[in-house]
């Protein structure tokens, strides 16, 4: 089974950046990697993703300041954040999702993500 393993987070200020890494324990290939987000009292949303051909999708929240890439050789993915504001304080998660056999939807443990002065 992929694990995801990730990096980052912490408190920043308001206007701040961070970076969040999340490296899978194996390539799988096909697959979309991202970092999904889910703040106290609200649904888990997508931030940002990857696919392994490496089409980007960002929420529209986070489309100006935000950027995902992506290193196939290590099986990894990067989101560094920039302007951070305090409606981007969540915990955020990376996921690996593949939809052809065989299939994978694996998550990480998750990284605390604070904007605050």
């Known amino acids: 089974q992929v694990q995801l393993v990730e990096s980052g987070g912490g408190l920043v200020q308001p206007g701040g950046s961070l970076r969040l890494s999340c490296a899978a324990s194996a390539r799988v290939g096909a697959d979309v990697m991202g970092w999904y987000r889910q703040a106290p009292g609200k649904e888990r949303e997508m931030v940002a993703s990857?696919?392994?051909?490496?089409?980007?999708k960002y929420a529209s929240s986070v489309e100006d300041r935000f950027t995902i890439s992506r290193d196939n050789r290590k099986n990894t993915i990067t989101l560094e954040m920039n302007s951070l504001k305090p409606e981007d304080t969540a915990v955020y998660y990376c996921n690996l999702k593949r939809a052809v056999t065989p299939r994978y939807d694996v998550w990480g443990q998750g990284t605390q993500v604070t904007i605050s002065s």
């Open positions: 990857v696919s392994s051909g490496g089409t980007i």
